[in-house]
């Protein structure tokens, strides 16, 4: 386990773009570094060369690898990873594939992702299941008393965002898991915000499912993303969509589906992006999951109090633990103009306008926030840049 503080001057070295921007949008795609770009140059370039088959042949190893790269990341076994285009797909893989029934719970959590919530909608209505969301405690996350208090032979998921997209808030993923194993229920946790941003262990959360994005706190490429499944639910789970990949036919009226996680990949997939990702994972590793995340933590903690003291700007970030994205709006300024005004000081940061996180901002009266996330190449002195903005 990696204990050392991260080398910003060599993260720096290894993300060239610091040296003209200042990237505080590390929430929605943060900058690959050099070892990836490289990788995906690399094997883009093999592609064209030597063809799109015979590249996946020649990097069969290194294709195969990510799986093991992604289990090392989450404590678990190569045969419980799939490689899906991004965290959403990953999610849906899991969530379509199970059988509700009608009068069946999912509880879910108030700042929950909004495709999520849509998908939980579209099942009610499918299959006349209920949805309900789990309150929030006195600090803003999931109120872990009032979810023990929910639970009875109704509920078949409790679905939970890790991070949800819009504020600093993490959810206490151990605590729900715990709750989840001792009613032996199944656990999907979204860790898109999560994965790259601080260890994630998923023998310690105690979740049955997980979804992963490539191109945020990972600092891999756009259109990559994981879904991890355990293995003693595997073969309860029946994939959505099943190809030859996922399955083999065997006769006219047979087909037998794989045994291992990849039962919920497609057969075709975005190689380069597979390959890159595999490299970002083992980048995260070398610095080690737990200095990233102390080194996120300190530098968002600044970034919120320096913020805090600007007059015209309310910080809005909820939970009793809180993460590298930090959100806020400006009591004159119109969220857009923000983002406008910034990126003509090359600062990029992104707009959380509700819709990601429907119902926590409905409850809390929020409409548009500015969503500034730091990674660990991020630095105090672009911290002080930022705030003296406003
Ligand atoms: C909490 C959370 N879940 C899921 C997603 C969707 O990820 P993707 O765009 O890779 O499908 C996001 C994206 O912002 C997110 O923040």
Same mark, same amino acid.
């Given at each position: 386990m990696h204990t050392d503080p991260v080398d910003v001057n060599q993260a720096r070295k290894d993300t060239p773009a610091c040296e003209k921007i200042i990237h505080f949008n590390n929430a929605g795609a943060s900058l690959m570094p050099l070892p990836v770009t490289q990788a995906l140059h690399h094997y883009l370039e093999t592609e064209a060369r030597i063809g799109g088959y015979e590249t996946a042949d020649l990097h069969a190893d290194s294709l195969n690898s990510l799986y093991s790269s992604a289990a090392r990341l989450l404590n678990c /076994?190569?045969?419980e990873i799939a490689f899906v285009e991004n965290a959403t797909r990953a999610w849906d893989m899991a969530f379509y594939a199970f059988n509700f029934k009608p009068g069946d719970k999912i509880l879910t959590a108030i700042a929950e992702y909004g495709s999520n919530v849509i998908a939980y909608l579209q099942q009610a209505k499918r299959f006349g299941i209920e949805v309900v969301f789990i309150p929030d405690d006195e600090y803003g996350q999931v109120d872990t008393d009032a979810l023990s208090k929910m639970i009875d032979s109704k509920v078949k998921l409790i679905s939970i965002s890790?991070?949800?997209? =819009?504020? =600093?808030l993490v959810n206490p993923a151990i605590e729900i898991g715990r709750i989840a194993r001792q009613n032996n229920i199944p656990f999907l946790l979204d860790a898109c915000q999560s994965a790259g941003q601080i260890p994630l262990d998923v023998e310690s959360i105690g979740c049955d499912l997980l979804s992963i994005t490539g191109r945020k706190y990972l600092r891999g490429p756009r259109g990559t993303g994981l879904l991890y499944i355990r293995n003693n639910i595997l073969n309860q789970l029946d994939p959505p969509f099943l190809d030859q990949h996922a399955a083999e036919l065997i006769s006219p009226i047979e087909y037998k589906v794989r @045994?291992?996680?990849?039962?919920?990949?497609?057969? @075709? /997939?975005f190689f380069a992006g597979k390959y890159a990702l595999g490299v970002a994972i083992d980048y995260a590793l070398s610095w080690g999951l737990g200095p990233i995340q102390q080194r996120i933590y300190d530098l968002a903690d600044k970034l919120r109090n320096q913020l805090s003291n600007c007059k015209d700007i309310t910080v809005t970030d909820t939970g009793k633990e809180k993460c590298g994205i930090v959100t806020f709006y400006s009591r004159s300024l119109g969220a857009n103009s923000i983002k406008k005004m910034l990126s003509q000081k090359n600062i990029n940061v992104s707009i959380s306008d509700g819709s990601g996180t429907l119902v926590s901002f409905q409850q809390r009266g929020l409409n548009e926030l500015v969503r500034a996330s730091v990674h660990y190449f991020n630095t105090e002195e672009e911290i002080e840049t930022f705030v003296g903005c406003f």
């Open positions: /076994q190569p045969e890790h991070i949800p997209t =819009g504020g =600093g @045994e291992d996680a990849r039962k919920f990949e497609n057969w @075709e /997939q």
